[in-house]
């Protein structure tokens, strides 16, 4: 009888007669994760039984596990070196810039519940550990008139391979030439200091429960948990807060001047209401997909996303894609064989 | 002087030494009233049918990490346990001293490969080649923890067998496979099926071997060469997560593991305790 | 035991008359998953040399003495983490022993059988929790104790110390440290108090018989008796200890770094193994995690070696050696 259980058991799991038709891996970035679960569960709800299976473990980790075959598309904050592009020889990587995205400084501080004010110096002097209290000057003089406490800061990081790493630090990068010849952009670098947390999740957590801590994350990870984060001064000299049309103004020059392979950064971009840590965020298909039935779902859901899709941005707090790019994309759909 | 300082020594030290059992024995107290708390408020009919939300939404369960952890831990006991079964009967019954010295050692060595190491190789043996993270791999990765403990299970209780039983069997005039199978293993069938539970028991908890070889599946897997959700998983990547619906369902996830690890460690205990009362008897 | 002892030309002789092929069957299928054990065994460290043969390659040596660890100009050295994972278990064994020899004494010597044997049995169950729960917990109920209450007192009392420095993260070393030292509990208490039992009654009779406390005739005369079990215990926990990945990723803080302070956040080789394995962005990045697969697998190979071969003695029938 116990056996009859554990056969029929057995049976059940493996022949599952009431299971999708079609399953797809992916994984990638964690910076658009939230966005892209939403996307390919309404995707299933409303195309039959297609399951596209997302995992967020951080940019690097799409990129290595596209690299490696394991996963039938990538996701990724930064686009792909063309060393790591060159590494693939079985297909040409296409980026699809699925969204447009802001990182924030998210913070934790006893007794401040409002906005900070950064500068781009004071947020590259935290992270590089030169500002270690709260009541720092440089603070001080971002935000006249707040009662900061002259607390030790805690810094967070990612512990993982992380676009949205990339993002930041090529951002810190830019407006701060010691950050760039101390540590430099990539998805994992040598972090001066701080705690390490895992994809934005995980630092979006540590946060949380730190006081006095900061770290950076995608806006929607801040929104959705209720913490407070700051606003950044931009190129132009004013203090911009993350949102729709302030991400939006930071791609409205790179829409004009998109790259025919889609990679370009659009940190610390130019323009008054543009916010400075925005980014793009892509998704990184093979050209050359073998089994046609994979194939055609995902040149569908491309198409999905490109038009139904974009309508999800605005209430997960991401921006979406301007309409030259939408365009030149659905071209390159046509490039997936 | 002497004598009553020495006693208060005596009375001091022999205090202490009852508080440190007290303090050990308790944490098993601590953590299992911390998940029953946390836990118990977290469990809901939802938990156990429904599959994960994307992050942010109420409602969700983890209904495919439960069935995909009894896939993986199922694979892994089913690759496993006639493996370290076979091996032990080899060492109790046919080997030579060298031979049995050989693959007893070489079974602790597997036994102390850190869990990661063991999902690292795994992961070069399986996921590399096929492609694909998998229920497989995860299995894989599980039964090489399993082999191990059934393995010195099985050779100790065969051990325990005493020579009169054997004796007699080959006295009868059964030859010596004969022998072992019908009369040396079922004297030693309680201590072995205990061995095997506890083994089986340990690796459904755990997580590090499952992390690059099963990975972890939003939906249900189809089969066992798609990449598996596993409760442990789950409970790691909820609850470092910043949602607190995430971190309910990870206190929740926690509760239901810990009680069926604990639940199968304590049958087996009784079930051998039992049993070698019974023999003894 | 009754394994099989004849001597070599009796087994031949029974294994050539194979006059029940059953038995000649029987041992080949027998040997052959015994033999399959080792393949795999000989495999997985074959696997561990192969992959990590980048590294080796390019850092030779000194892969185990630089403390950079820079996914980005692809410099790895092992150091922190050697560092972090060796402290974390030593500190955990100091933390533990004390408390699961104390509870190993009491439960052997002075417990009445029925209350020793309820409270052994409640220890062992302890090595039965999964080690992510042990993570859990740690992250959301030891954490913010030892941030709000514990680090700032030690921070108080002796941060003018090396060892004690720095602010009250919550995470790190020390907490770390203490979760280890929770799940050693049982592999101490349960060795040890089986190294206790067997040391012969006559030990402690005759101390008592010349006037010794119940206490000076445990620690003087019967726990120096036990000596090489527990230590092969400690041994044994300390392996376990050191591979240990979930607990320990969760509450140490994710910083490779080498620190002098115990309150500062480390790493240990496990945890970034568990970390940056499925996003090592270059080769080289891969082959260095590797490799620091195969510095653990070595370090608790001999660690765990040594723990048996303490055993062993010990449990060699009266072993009076002292």
Same mark, same amino acid.
């Given at each position: ?48 039984? =297609?399951?596209?299976? &997302?995992? !967020?473990?951080? +940019? /690097? ?6 690299? $490696? @075959? #394991? ?95 990339? =993002?930041?630090?090529? &951002?810190? !990068?830019?407006? +701060? /030439? ?6 430099? $952009? @990539? #998805? ?150 | ?281 | ?322």
């Amino acid at each position: 009888m116990r056996s009859t259980v554990l056969i029929a058991v057995i049976l059940a799991m493996a022949f599952p007669a009431a299971y999708a038709a079609e399953t797809i891996n992916a994984a990638g970035a964690t910076f658009p994760a939230p966005i892209y679960q939403k996307w390919f569960q309404e995707y299933r709800a409303s195309h039959g039984d =297609v399951q596209i299976n &997302y995992q !967020s473990i951080g +940019s /690097g980790g799409g990129i290595r596990q596209l690299t $490696a @075959g #394991t996963v039938d598309f990538g996701a990724s904050d930064m686009p792909m070196t063309d060393e790591q592009i060159g590494k693939i020889t079985s297909f040409k990587v296409l980026h699809f810039p699925t969204v447009l995205g802001g990182l924030v400084p998210t913070y934790n501080i006893q007794g401040v519940s409002g906005e900070l004010k950064f500068s781009p110096e004071t947020l590259a002097g935290i992270f590089l550990g030169r500002i270690t209290k709260w009541n720092d000057s440089a603070l001080k003089r971002d935000n006249p008139g707040v009662n900061l406490p002259g607390a030790d800061i805690t810094v967070v990081h990612r512990s993982d391979g992380s676009g949205t790493t990339f =993002v930041w630090t090529d &951002y810190l !990068s830019k407006v +701060s /030439g010691e950050w760039k010849s101390k540590v430099g $952009a @990539g #998805t994992a670098v040598n972090w001066p200091v701080g705690l390490g947390g895992k994809g934005n999740e995980g630092v979006a957590g540590q946060v949380k429960q730190t006081p006095n801590s900061i770290g950076y994350v995608e806006l929607i990870y801040a929104a959705q948990n209720n913490m407070p984060y700051g606003v950044v001064k931009n190129q132009a000299g004013v203090f911009v807060k993350a949102s729709f049309d302030s991400v939006t103004a930071a791609a409205a020059g790179a829409a004009k001047n998109m790259p025919a392979d889609f990679r370009v950064s659009i940190t610390n971009a130019p323009g008054k209401t543009a916010y400075p840590i925005s980014s793009f965020t892509w998704l990184l298909i093979p050209d050359k997909i073998g089994d046609a039935t994979k194939r055609e779902t995902i040149k569908a859901f491309l198409k999905w996303m490109l038009t139904t899709g974009q309508n999800d941005t605005a209430s997960m707090s991401y921006a979406s894609l301007p309409a030259p790019v939408v365009a030149k994309e659905m071209k390159q759909i046509a490039e997936i064989k | 002087m002497l004598r009553i300082w020495r006693h208060a020594v005596n009375n001091v030290m022999l205090s202490l030494t009852g508080i440190c059992a007290f303090v050990t024995a308790s944490a098993l107290f601590f953590i299992l009233g911390y998940l029953l708390w946390n836990g118990g408020k977290s469990l809901d009919w939802n938990f156990f049918t429904k599959l994960p939300l994307s992050a942010g939404e109420l409602g969700g369960g983890m209904a495919n990490a439960i069935v995909g952890s009894a896939k993986v831990v199922m694979l892994g006991a089913l690759l496993g346990v006639p493996v370290g079964f076979m091996s032990g009967v080899y060492i109790a019954e046919f080997s030579g001293k060298a031979m049995a010295n050989v693959i007893r050692y070489t079974a602790d060595l597997l036994n102390g490969v850190p869990s990661i190491v063991i999902g690292i190789f795994a992961w070069t043996v399986l996921v590399v080649p096929m492609r694909h993270f998998s229920a497989w791999a995860g299995g894989f990765a599980l039964s090489l923890m399993v082999i191990p403990v059934t393995l010195r299970a099985t050779e100790q209780f065969l051990g325990q067998v005493p020579l009169s039983l054997r004796e007699g069997a080959l006295a009868l005039g059964a030859s010596k496979w004969r022998s072992v199978a019908t009369v040396v293993v079922p004297a030693a069938r309680t201590g072995i099926m205990t061995g095997i539970i506890l083994g089986v028991a340990r690796v459904s908890g755990e997580t590090a071997p499952l992390l690059f070889t099963a990975l972890n599946n939003q939906f249900w897997s189809k089969g066992f060469g798609e990449p598996t959700a596993s409760l442990p998983v789950m409970i790691y990547t909820h609850a470092i997560s910043a949602y607190d619906d995430w971190h309910r369902q990870a206190w929740a996830a926690g509760l239901v593991l810990l009680g069926l690890v604990l639940v199968a460690n304590i049958a087996a205990r009784m079930v051998l305790a039992k049993g070698a009362a019974g023999q003894r008897g | 035991m009754a394994t099989a002892t004849q001597s070599v030309p009796g087994r031949a002789r029974t294994f050539l008359h194979g006059v029940r092929g059953g038995d000649q069957i029987a041992y080949l299928v027998t040997f052959l998953f015994a033999a399959s054990v080792v393949l795999i065994t000989v495999l997985l460290v074959f696997e561990l040399w192969t992959k990590s043969g980048l590294a080796i390659h390019k850092f030779g040596f000194s892969f185990l003495r630089t403390s950079t660890w820079d996914p980005v100009n692809d410099q790895f050295g092992a150091l922190p983490f050697i560092y972090g994972t060796i402290v974390t278990s030593v500190l955990g064994l100091i933390i533990s022993v004390p408390l699961g020899v104390g509870a190993a004494i009491f439960l052997s010597e002075l417990a009445p059988p029925r209350l020793s044997n309820t409270l052994t049995f409640l220890v062992e169950l302890l090595a039965a929790v999964p080690s992510v729960i042990f993570g859990v917990l740690g992250f959301f109920a030891l954490v913010p104790l030892m941030r709000d209450h514990v680090q700032p007192a030690l921070i108080s009392a002796f941060g003018w110390s090396p060892v004690f420095k720095g602010p009250a993260y919550g995470v790190g070393v020390l907490t770390a440290s203490m979760v280890l030292a929770i799940m050693m509990f049982p592999y101490i208490i349960s060795i040890s108090r089986e190294a206790l039992i067997q040391v012969p009654r006559e030990q402690k009779e005759a101390a008592l018989a010349l006037g010794a406390t119940r206490w000076e005739a445990t620690w003087d005369a019967v726990v120096p008796f036990a000596r090489l079990g527990i230590v092969g215990s400690v041994f044994l926990s300390l392996a376990r200890a050191l591979g240990e990945t979930m607990a320990v990723t969760m509450v140490i803080g994710n910083d490779p770094k080498i620190n002098s302070s115990i309150l500062a956040p480390g790493y240990t080789i496990a945890s970034v193994i568990a970390n940056e394995f499925t996003e090592a962005t270059s080769d080289l990045h891969l082959a260095a995690l590797v490799e620091l697969g195969l510095v653990l697998f070595l370090i608790t190979m001999i660690l765990n070696g040594l723990g048996q071969l303490l055993l062993l003695v010990t449990t060699k029938p009266g072993s009076a050696k002292s």
